[in-house]
């Protein structure tokens, strides 16, 4: 064993574990040595990770004194989780090793430091080929595995843990242990003998696997206590998308499904898939007026508040501008809003709404409104729900404006529930008491039109928007077609947009067919209404 000579030396200190939560676990009567008087209410305290989501997914962190298998394909962040796992421990005063068998220490020093992490609170163990290590005079701990049986590194590797004693442990990667066995039963053997060594230590282990084996490794799974499954999907255009599944968890409760989370510095960023049951407010239920008088009228005096409303019609109808207007009204009683744009450029949007008489970036300074522009290209539907889930928790956002739907799916291309995803936010929004709108620009500009997406039965209230013609002269009319909640006009207005902001006409009784976009003048005195 060689240490390092200039670098300090790794201290491990004794401390409680007053931090954690307890899980009950299974009986571990069967697997550890010792501990037959364990019954079924044996209970275990979770750890932390590290990485919040990841503890989130868990319900407080793994169980500890177990070995777990994270498992995923090359560049999918296992070295950067398990960095983050032993970093969290040591910060904590807890023993760690850090046990790697493919990469040198050289290089998870500088991958620690890329993500701004101090390498002092990472102890490593190499166990690396002589050929691929660096001077003995360089290292923390040098074995050579290439040139001993798989037995042998696995004795080595025993002594060292019965020398340090850590309360975590990581090793990284199976694949050269893998490759070290000459038969599958060798390998699983020797792994279980390792899980046996383990069992009667008081040490919770990641084992990281880069499924370099053909096939998926059942037999490994099985042996693991739990197993973290980590995903890299390409996409055609933008960032590759990431996710990660907890494929089991003996004996305890976790958030199923998958989960988005995307790699910065600093680490993994989890972004935990969102359950709407789980979040439930009391607000008060009044309605919320948009500071146009007619338009409050069309919905019977405004829009409930913990409430969807869906913006529909062909492009440049006045969808923006609408949303906008409830925006800037709710920001400008020191409610906060925001609009997500994936369409139009936050300068832009802005100019349009200044020319409309709504000073939105008087709004914006002072932090009741704000713009976010989206890039499709880096999306993922984790990442962008949990924004809006931080705007309503961390920033208490009252009004949420999606501009457009067009612009969320086509960022999501390959997603196939997309609209489960939207139903899960907008439930959680509803009962945040959020007020939100979203846009939906259909294809076509006057008769028939199709839409890309069909969320209508999402919204508690459906806006129609609609051109129509007359003598040679293009106009726009609004409609509530549908609200939930309340009694509403079911007129046809003319809407209009000028200096003065949003302006709202008097029904069309004089028309038939205004939302064909070609209507039929009525009466005999239709021509002089216009």
Same mark, same amino acid.
């Given at each position: 064993m060689h240490r390092k000579k200039d670098a300090a030396p790794c201290v491990f200190m004794d401390k409680p574990l007053a931090y954690h939560e307890s899980v009950t676990l299974e009986t571990l009567k069967d697997e550890v040595p010792g501990r037959e008087e364990m019954n079924d209410q044996q209970t275990f305290p979770r750890i932390a990770t590290g990485i919040a989501g990841l503890d989130d997914i868990l319900g407080g962190g793994l169980p500890s004194r177990q070995m777990y298998l994270v498992e995923g394909d090359p560049g999918t962040g296992k070295t950067t989780l398990a960095m983050q796992f032993i970093i969290a421990g040591f910060e904590r005063g807890e023993k760690c090793l850090y046990v790697t068998l493919s990469e040198t220490e050289a290089e998870l020093y500088a991958s620690a430091r890329s993500h701004g992490w101090d390498t002092a609170k990472l102890p490593l163990a190499e166990f690396v080929p002589a050929e691929a290590s660096l001077s003995p005079e360089a290292q923390y701990t040098v074995f050579h595995p290439s040139e001993v049986e798989l037995a042998t590194t696995?004795?080595?590797?025993?002594? *060292?843990?019965?020398?340090?004693?850590?309360? #975590?442990?990581v090793i990284d990667s199976l694949s050269e242990l893998r490759l070290l066995a000459s038969d599958t039963m060798r390998y699983r053997r020797?792994?279980?003998?390792?899980?046996? &060594? &383990?069992?009667? #230590? =008081?040490?919770?282990?990641? *084992?990281?696997?880069?499924?370099?084996? =053909?096939?998926?490794d059942k037999q490994l799974q099985s042996i693991a206590h739990g197993v973290l499954r980590l995903e890299k999907l390409q996409r055609s255009y933008g960032v590759n998308r990431r996710n990660i599944e907890i494929v089991k968890l003996r004996g305890a409760a976790f #958030?199923?499904?998958?989960? =988005?989370?995307?790699?910065?510095?600093?680490?993994? #960023?989890?972004?935990? +898939?969102l359950i709407a049951a789980e979040h439930d407010d009391i607000f008060d239920e009044n309605r919320v007026k948009s500071g146009v008088e007619a338009l409050d009228?069309? &919905?019977?005096?405004?829009?409930?508040?913990g409430s969807t409303t869906l913006l529909v019609g062909p492009t440049g109808s006045g969808k923006s501008t609408l949303?906008?207007?409830?925006?800037?009204?709710?920001?400008? +009683?020191?409610?906060?809003?925001i609009v997500y744009s994936f369409d139009e450029i936050k300068r832009t949007a802005c100019m349009r709404a200044e020319a409309l008489g709504m000073r939105v970036n008087e709004q914006i300074e002072k932090g009741t409104l704000a713009i976010s522009q989206i890039d499709p290209a880096e999306l993922s539907p984790g990442e962008f729900i949990w924004q809006i889930r931080s705007d309503v928790n961390d920033r208490d956002t009252r009004v949420v404006v999606i501009d457009s739907l067009n612009g969320f799916v086509n960022a999501m291309p390959g997603e196939r529930d997309i609209n489960l995803s939207l139903h899960e936010l907008l439930a959680y929004l509803n009962q945040k008491g959020i007020i939100t709108f979203l846009i939906l620009t259909q294809r076509g500009l006057v008769g028939s039109m199709t839409a890309d997406v069909d969320v209508s039965y999402l919204a508690d209230t459906v806006i129609i928007l609609r051109y129509f013609e007359v003598r040679g002269e293009i106009r726009q009319a609004i409609s509530v077609l549908k609200q939930r909640i309340g009694e509403h006009e079911h007129t046809i207005r003319e809407l209009s947009f000028g200096g003065d902001g949003v302006r709202i006409g008097e029904p069309l009784t004089n028309f038939r067919g205004v939302l064909t976009g070609v209507p039929e003048l009525l009466g005999d005195d239709a021509a002089h209404a216009y």
């Open positions: 696995i004795k080595k590797l025993t002594d *060292l843990i019965e020398e340090k004693k850590p309360a #975590r442990v020797q792994l279980l003998a390792l899980k046996q &060594f &383990f069992a009667g #230590r =008081d040490a919770t282990v990641l *084992l990281l696997d880069d499924r370099t084996a =053909d096939g998926a #958030r199923e499904g998958v989960h =988005d989370y995307t790699i910065i510095r600093g680490g993994l #960023r989890i972004y935990p +898939r009228t069309m &919905f019977g005096g405004g829009i409930s508040r949303a906008m207007q409830y925006a800037y009204a709710a920001a400008s +009683r020191g409610e906060r809003a």
